[in-house]
């Protein structure tokens, strides 16, 4: 089985912070993890030195490579960056007429 692993540390986290499932809004520096495997991403926040890790709300997100894993994680990170404790929505969507 085919897998991919990310890892960013020291992003600081945008006005607003970045929204988790279990932990509500984080702040401040954070390590940003996606894993991939089976056409799946998930994305996980953890505080610098910290050893909890939080999954970012809207992940797991459908991903259909290894390959456009390494996309959707900069994605993450820019968005953790950007801020604004919203649900992550990585790909851009088409709205419906």
Request: net charge negative.
């Amino acid at each position: 089985m085919a897998s991919a692993e990310w890892t960013t540390p020291g992003v600081y986290a945008g006005p607003g912070g970045v929204l988790t499932d279990a932990a509500g809004t984080l702040t401040g520096e954070l390590t940003v993890h996606t894993t991939w495997e089976q056409e799946r991403a998930h994305i996980a926040v953890q505080y610098a030195g910290a050893s909890e890790w939080y999954a970012l709300a809207g992940s797991p997100v459908d991903c259909p490579s290894s390959e456009a894993s390494r996309t959707l994680h900069q994605r993450a990170v820019e968005a953790v960056r950007t801020g604004g404790a919203v649900p992550f929505s990585p790909w851009p969507t088409t709205p419906v007429a």
